[in-house]
């Protein structure tokens, strides 16, 4: 059984390896200008009136980002392009 052992295990991973390999098709949506303009602006509004829309949009956008410098840049353009509005502070 032994002397099988090592054909064996080549198989099982020759099997994963090529499980893996299936192409995978991507989906498209076709999105209208217009529609793409509005969801932009209403993302934009998120992010000037709801802080924790705006604490994970920053997490989830600068999170991942490991260079300080380039950390904090990420962070302070949410402030340069999206401010928050003043009565919301």
């Known amino acids: 059984m032994a002397k099988y052992a090592c054909s ?6 020759l099997l994963c390896t090529t499980a893996e390999a299936a192409p995978r098709f991507m ?3 076709f999105e209208m200008p217009e529609e ?5 602006q209403w993302y934009d509004y998120l992010l000037s009136v709801s802080s924790r ?11 991942p980002i490991d260079d ?4 904090g840049s990420c962070i302070g353009s949410f402030d340069v392009y999206e401010p928050i509005r003043p009565e919301y502070r």
């Not at 064996?8 to 991973?13: D, F, P």
């Not at 829309?53 to 999170?63: I, L, N, P, S």
């Not at 300080?68 to 950390?71: D, F, I, K, S």
């Open 8 to 13: 064996i295990a080549a198989v099982v991973l």
């Open 27 to 29: 989906s498209y949506s």
């Open 53 to 63: 829309f705006r604490t994970y949009r920053m997490a989830k956008e600068c999170g």
């Open 68 to 71: 300080m410098p380039l950390h």
């Open 36 to 40: 793409n303009n509005l969801k932009s």
